[in-house]
């Protein structure tokens, strides 16, 4: 065992925050030898039990969750910051383009190394990630994530139609190419598959019929798609799908809305579509970077809180424009003020962090086992230094309470206040 003493935070099963100023997080491997969260808590009340365990003490740091980032794409990692009038004529004249070098393997795991490296230096430690529609660019990512030791999370786009040359797959050979992957790496030490249409309007009927067929055939894999970014897509989706009630709607026919179902955006919803989100306990991946820089529109936060159902954030790089959770939870916040209904200022910045942290995990899926450092959590964990520049050191030196010290780190934070990046690893038995 190992433990670690710092400010320690961690929140309870409804997301409320929970801080300890001097506080001890014992590591241990569990059963199966994976290191886990053993204790947690105020360092006065845990110390006497585990005095025979060394302690390595980070004085003036917090002990933080690893971040969840629920929807980013690795091969879009060099488009960053291409400017364009919308996602359409930005897939045409950036992403496809870009994501086509993914045939090749040696682009794949150089891009890959680089993808987890920047995660890793952001504080990241888990994401669902698109690849693109070459088995080629998912290898590389697994076997990169695997060689980490990451709890990671990817699959092979399927796009069969209005896609370019260099992208655009075959229908019968990209459910083939599914399946053998599936095999390969779901469940495989701590990668799982997601089952990854690109989004409606680029998939035959039998393609997404397909994925529905593979998604109900293996059920604990992810499926991971978008939905209701912009007006231009929404509009486009109801031509090629007339006789669905709405975009989202399209999902459901072909048997893609399930629990670890999760689609990035869902911006322009009603509350029908908010509805048969929460039945099916699909989950949405709020990207606010992205849509702020794509001009597509603003998440309505008070609309998914009042029919409940489940979100996380996400960085969407490279529409989004940042790896940083800082970042992103700051444009979470911007976006909170849009459209809002309640009284208040926007999101609560303790909220901001779970739902970048913890309630990401549960959206996924995946609560108790990630996102969160309770005990049985798996041992992935940021050290942030609270004075990592001079004005961060000023004003976080002001903070009266934990939501202004959050707050703090979150308006002027980024890759600085990540000191390490902690990674469970498996004991060598
Ligand atoms: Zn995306």
Redesign the pocket.
Known sequence: MQAYRASLLRFDDAGQPLFDEDGLLVIGPDARGRQVVVAAGAWSALHASYAEVPVTHWPGRIIAPGFVDM???FPQTDIIGAPAEGLLPWLENYTFPAESRFVDAGHSAEVAEFFFDELMRNGVTTSLT?ATSHPASVQAFFASAQRRQLRMISGKVLQDRHSPDGVRDDTEESLVETETLIRQWHNVDRLGYAITPRFAPTSTDAQLRGAGELAAKYPDTWIHS?VA?NKDEVQWARELFPEARSYLDVYTGFGLMRERAVY??CIHFDDADRQLMRETKTASAV?PT?NLFLGSGFFDFDGADRVGYRYGLAS?VG??TSFSPFTTMMAAYYAGREGQTKPGVSIAPSQLWWRHTGGAAQALGLGGVIGNLQPGCEGDFVVINPTATPLLARKTGLAQNLEELLFSLIVLGDDRLIERTMISQAQAT
């Open positions: 929807h980013i794409h698109f978008h970014e990035a955006h990207s992205s969407d529409g989004g």
